[in-house]
């Protein structure tokens, strides 16, 4: 049997899990490794961590004998039954006070439940959120644990050590920190990544105006966005879109971005976060658009045909390229503005309806480095928050209001471009509609109120009246007094 000689071990030895592990090692920690698929163990072990602190487990129970107590268990496996099954596969071998982490993509009402699961048996868990990719894994990612608090402490330096660090008054700060309870360290990883989707349709409907509209090539579109990554935009998702219009296939010498097919795919994390707002009734306008745009491009076959028969404006810009230019790169600023404070309200939401305090500003600063979201603007948002804990909406707060008045006139000359040329552009427009919305004080609600009313009896509130009072009106003369219970789903 295996002497318990690793600080921690990792199931999964995928992509992220060799590059997690390679940079908790470098950290000095011992690492026990162990793959379903054990011939991946011997690879590891004699190829990437040669010569390294690497125990290879060729069973569970090999895995788990090597580790020091209070074992530390970390998954990094696919969402869904595979982590049931790993959990299985590795439970008659832990022993109470044993912790179990959870750093895949999975979704957080799993976590709850595995959470309580485990503590039937007396283990500890720990849902993590793990963002940065493959460099990120390896180089410090973003991470966000959630669970059982309880076992906080025993992971806490590895956790840290291996994060990725920010600047944050002249000391360096480590993207990580404990998140809440439960399913929390999950549910802000969903989130984020829905962030992510908003963010990167926002960027692919600015790329799709400035070519289409303007002619740009991907060499100028790469410029652009050099430019974009020295601003308020500066992020890794605009410096990573810098460099791929830059780059050339070395076999056909086209640019790449050219060549590759306009059909998106998705892992599930964002359909999640839509779901999570509709059940809390939080208007996630921009990001479910995101998500809906990923599935009209995979409706390829379907695109092409229509595009023979359906016809619309052809694409025609007179006036100064770079005005227009500048801007798409406040109306991209404006919408992103929008798709933060629309997932900080669904967080907010998520932890009144869970009972979880959040550190929204504390959310900011673990997002500022490390993760596929990072940006500078997450420093306002960090602010934001530190100056009004309380703060209920993103676009309430002095600097982001002001951002958004000095952005308001390019963004609406953008999206009526984009009208006007039969250009889409679903999240961008869904973030303007949205703040249209929101900044008005009476919507025409007070109409479809009526027609739920007419139709179902579901009454109504009145103006003149005082609040929380329903009423219900016999609108046909034959409906009589009988009204519907009031409730909101």
């Not at 696919?78 to 044993?98: H, N, Q, R, W």
């Not at 990573?240 to 780059?247: A, K, L, Q």
């Not at 707060?397 to 471009?417: H, L």
Request: glycine share 12%; with cysteine; aromatic share 8%.
């Amino acid at each position: 049997m295996a002497t318990a000689t690793a600080d921690i071990g990792l199931i999964g030895l995928a992509v992220m899990g060799e590059n997690l592990v390679l940079n908790m090692e470098s950290r000095g920690y011992t690492v026990a490794v162990y793959n379903r698929t054990t011939s991946k163990v011997d690879e590891f072990v004699g190829g990437r961590g040669k010569g390294k602190k690497f125990v290879g487990g060729h069973s569970p129970q090999e895995f788990v004998a090597s580790l020091k107590r209070p074992r530390k268990v970390m998954m990094l496996v696919k969402a869904g039954d595979a982590v049931d099954a790993t959990i299985a596969s590795v439970m008659p071998y832990l022993e109470p006070g044993d912790i179990l982490i959870d750093g895949g993509n999975t979704h957080f009402p799993d976590t709850n439940r595995r959470m309580a699961e485990a503590n039937a048996k007396g283990l500890l868990y720990i849902g993590t959120g793990v963002s940065g990719g493959e460099e990120g894994a390896l180089k410090g990612p973003s991470i966000m644990p959630g669970g059982d608090e309880k076992a906080w402490p025993a992971v806490k330096d590895i956790f840290q050590a291996i994060a990725a660090k920010v600047d944050e008054g002249g000391k360096q700060v480590p993207c990580c920190d404990w998140v809440g309870p439960q399913g929390a360290g999950h549910f802000v990883k969903m989130v984020h990544n829905g962030i992510e989707y908003g963010d990167m349709q926002l960027i692919c409907e600015s790329y799709h105006l400035m070519s289409s509209l303007l002619g740009l090539k991907a060499a100028e579109l790469a410029d652009v966005f050099g430019k974009w990554n020295t601003g308020a935009l500066d992020s890794y998702l605009i410096e990573i879109t810098r460099d791929i219009f830059g780059y050339v296939d070395p076999e056909t010498k086209q640019p790449m971005v050219d060549l590759i097919l306009d059909k998106a795919g998705q892992k599930g994390t964002g359909k999640w976060t839509v779901d999570s707002a509709t059940e809390n009734g939080i208007p996630l306008t921009l990001i479910a658009e995101a998500v809906f745009a990923r599935c009209l491009s995979a409706q390829k076959g379907q695109r092409e045909a229509a595009s023979k028969l359906l016809s619309g404006p052809t694409p025609a810009f007179t006036g100064d390229k770079q005005a227009f230019i500048n801007d798409v790169e406040q109306a991209l600023y404006a919408s992103k503005i929008v798709s933060y404070a629309q997932g900080y309200d669904l967080m907010a939401a998520q932890a009144a309806a869970s009972k979880w305090t959040l550190n929204n500003g504390g959310i900011a600063l673990m997002w500022r480095g490390g993760c596929i979201i990072r940006s500078k603007f997450l420093g306002n948002i960090k602010e934001a928050f530190d100056k009004n804990p309380k703060l209920v909406n993103l676009l309430v707060d002095p600097f982001f209001a002001a951002e958004i008045q000095r952005c308001q006139a390019a963004w609406r000359r953008v999206i009526a471009a984009a009208a006007t040329n039969g250009i889409p552009t679903p999240a961008m427009s869904a973030a303007l509609a949205y703040f249209d919305g929101y900044r008005t004080a009476r919507l025409p609600a007070n109409l479809l109120q009526a027609q739920r009313d007419y139709f179902g009896a579901h009454t109504y509130e009145r103006t003149d009246k005082p609040a929380g009072q329903f009423f219900h009106t016999n609108w046909t003369g034959r409906g009589g007094t009988t009204s519907s219970s009031t409730y909101n789903v």
